[in-house]
């Protein structure tokens, strides 16, 4: 139960790291971080970050009765995908943080959440593969990514882009790790 409950919020933290590193090109942008600015950001990011595992859940879970026989190897694949991506787009991100804008409307920020929430969707695809209650998991990654979007702003506008690549490496690897122990127990290489 413990060891699920950690699984967990490593997968919430590790998606959460785009909202995080957006959120501190954001916070670049600002001469202060204002509450509300804050409050919608972190409910922006955090609620595409739930909502998009759900659909992922609900779309995989219609056919998971003809994928059991390599559902692990769905799983290793999406997590070793997504974390791939994370670090291939920490090395690109400058070019885009450059392009941020302090604006918090939705216009500006549903294109931003929506990009950020993709990853997330291939995430609930992979909830529907293990043994994880997706309640619990989508509202993990939701209120951990609000948080971390909340707190980006803040560390972007204090401390500048000297987090905003590490975080998103450090996501990235995070999901890749998942993805092989999920692999290798299913394999039967670790224990369940």
């Given at each position: ?5 950690i699984?967990?919020?490593l997968?919430s933290?590790?998606v959460?790291?785009?909202a995080?590193?957006v959120?501190?090109?954001?916070g670049?942008?600002?001469?202060r971080v ?7 950001t972190?409910?922006?990011?955090g609620g595409?970050q739930?909502?998009?595992p759900i659909?992922g859940?609900?779309?995989?879970s ?7 026989a390599?559902?692990?190897?769905i ?8 974390g791939?991506n994370?670090v291939?787009e ?6 885009v943080?450059a392009?941020e804008?302090a604006?918090?409307d ?7 959440a ?10 609930g695809v992979?909830?529907?593969?293990m043994?994880?209650n997706?309640i619990?998991?989508?509202?993990m ?7 971390f ?6 560390i972007?506008r204090?401390?500048?882009s000297r987090w905003?690549?590490p975080?998103?490496?450090a996501g990235?690897?995070?999901l890749i ?7 290798l127990?299913?394999?039967g290489?670790?224990?369940?």
């Amino acid at each position: 139960m413990i060891s699920i409950i950690i699984q967990t919020l490593l997968i919430s933290v590790s998606v959460a790291m785009d909202a995080f590193a957006v959120s501190i090109g954001k916070g670049l942008t600002v001469s202060r971080v204002r509450a509300t600015d804050a409050i919608k950001t972190a409910l922006s990011f955090g609620g595409f970050q739930a909502l998009f595992p759900i659909l992922g859940y609900f779309a995989a879970s219609t056919f998971s009765s003809y994928m059991t026989a390599f559902d692990h190897w769905i799983i290793f694949g999406l997590l070793a995908f997504i974390g791939g991506n994370m670090v291939h787009e920490a090395f690109e991100e400058d070019e885009v943080n450059a392009k941020e804008t302090a604006q918090f409307d939705w216009k500006h920020m549903l294109p931003l959440a929506v990009a950020c929430s993709i990853d997330a969707f291939a995430v609930g695809v992979s909830l529907a593969f293990m043994r994880i209650n997706v309640i619990f998991a989508v509202t993990m990654i939701g209120v951990v990514t609000g948080l971390f979007s909340a707190l980006g702003l803040y560390i972007g506008r204090i401390f500048g882009s000297r987090w905003q690549k590490p975080a998103q490496i450090a996501g990235g690897v995070v999901l890749i790790l998942i993805g092989v122990k999920v692999l290798l127990e299913h394999l039967g290489v670790l224990a369940l």
